[in-house]
């Protein structure tokens, strides 16, 4: 089983010809409200891909709350873990323009997720074949995730976003890193590539349509990505780590992990919102073939 342990928001999202200046209004051409959060897109993008997956999490009273629960749940997610927490569920606003976007993430119930919860949780961590980690929630919790999950030989993928909340105490669980290059140039500084051999195949840094980037203990390796026709990129980056956790944990070598990642992130991009458009196993595995 992969447990993802993160956040759960409702996205509401704003789409626009053009980003605003700063201090410019512009029209936009799109409103919607989707499911997403780090931790649930991560937890439905393994699930489509044929992972058996739990999350652990927390969301608010308010109707978003439901609906957000009622998603997963759909997805074939065990939503035990989820706790209600008194107030508004988390909310991610995202602005979408020219296939790119900006997000801002207000945490709302996200950070009433506590260590005292991920303890009572340590059963199910603690017997998982695989746990999946970000930072939208708080760093205590990470931080006691990550101790339950070590002390019980469970190996951890820590995508390490947003990135200001990266702390080196984290590297001492040995935990497998999934930044992009601006993250890794946040977490390591502007010569990542360095750190790479520090962290043989334990640091894999995303490049987008470029692929990733890890080192393998005797040499750096550039996993290709797949370029696709970009509608939205927003749940790229946590369709990877999505479709990374499933493969590992049926124990794909790291290459094959990351190209079969790849593929799913490259699929994603082609829909709209951060789950609108995560693949199932079928069209992954087919597109891999296709580009081989």
């Not at 447990?3 to 928001?9: A, D, E, H, K, P």
């Not at 702390?167 to 977490?187: K, V, W």
Request: with cysteine; hydrophobic share 40%; charged share 20%.
């Amino acid at each position: 089983m992969i447990t993802v342990v993160g956040s759960i928001n409702m996205d509401l999202v704003v789409g626009t010809e053009r980003f605003p200046k700063q201090g410019e209004t512009v029209l936009g051409n799109l409103h919607t409200t989707v499911p997403g959060g780090k931790g649930a897109n991560q937890a439905v993008a393994a699930s489509r891909l044929g992972g058996k997956v739990a999350i652990i999490g927390a969301v608010g009273t308010d109707p978003f709350g439901d609906e957000l629960a009622a998603n997963l749940e759909n997805e074939g997610i065990d939503v035990s873990g989820v706790k209600r927490v008194e107030g508004p569920s988390g909310i991610a606003n995202i602005l979408l323009s020219e296939g790119d976007n900006r997000i801002i993430v207000v945490p709302g119930a996200n950070h009433g997720l506590t260590p005292e919860d991920i303890g009572n949780c340590e059963q199910v961590i603690g017997s998982s074949n695989l746990i999946v980690l970000q930072l939208e929630i708080p760093i205590p919790s990470v931080l006691r995730t990550l101790e339950i999950a070590h002390r019980n030989r469970v190996p951890v993928i820590l995508n390490p976003a947003p990135a200001d909340g990266f702390s080196d105490e984290f590297l001492q669980y040995e935990p497998i890193l999934t930044p992009n290059e601006s993250e890794a140039a946040m977490m390591f500084g502007e010569n990542w590539e360095r750190a790479l051999e520090a962290h043989p195949n334990r640091l894999i840094v995303t490049l987008g349509q470029n692929g990733a980037r890890y080192y393998d203990g005797e040499r750096h390796v550039r996993v290709p990505g797949i370029r696709a026709e970009a509608v939205d990129t927003t749940g790229a980056g946590d369709t990877f780590n999505g479709a990374l956790a499933v493969a590992l944990a049926e124990e794909m070598p790291m290459e094959d992990a990351i190209r079969f990642a790849n593929a799913a992130a490259s699929l994603s991009v082609e829909q709209f919102g951060a789950q609108g458009g995560m693949p199932g196993r079928r069209k992954t595995t087919e597109r891999m073939k296709d580009h081989a």
